[in-house]
């Protein structure tokens, strides 16, 4: 069993920053991408941001300069890192890591950004 558990989320004015962290646990032999996604109040579920084991990144155009994505392999953790927030940041993240072939995902963090 894989568990993905998110931190993080919350309130913040436009303008302000938020770190989400997403730790994995169980049986784990190596994870793949990691990454972070979010799904707004009537919207699909949308990519924010990836990375891989490697480390390269990859964002959405819509976040791209304003949010970096990084992680601690040793401690099987991603970060977003969200800086300049907007309003239309506001979204249920969800954390999604591959191991094997095989996806897994958080619980979701609210993030709601006022104006």
């Known amino acids: 069993q894989v568990q993905l558990v998110e931190s993080g989320g919350g309130l913040v004015q436009a303008g302000g920053s938020l770190r989400l962290s997403c730790a994995a646990s169980g049986s784990i032999f190596r994870i793949n991408a990691m990454g972070w996604y979010r799904q707004a109040p009537g919207k699909q579920r949308e990519l924010v941001a990836v990375?891989?084991?490697?480390?390269?990144?990859n964002y959405a155009d819509s976040v791209k300069v304003r949010f970096t994505i990084s992680r601690d392999n040793a401690k099987n953790t991603v970060y977003l890192q969200m800086n300049s927030l907007k309003p239309e940041d506001t979204a249920v993240y969800y954390c999604?890591?591959?191991?094997?072939?095989?996806?897994?995902w958080g619980q979701g963090t609210q993030v709601t950004v006022s104006s």
């Open positions: 999604a890591a591959r191991i094997g072939i095989q996806d897994y």
């Open positions: 990375i891989s084991s490697g480390g390269s990144t």
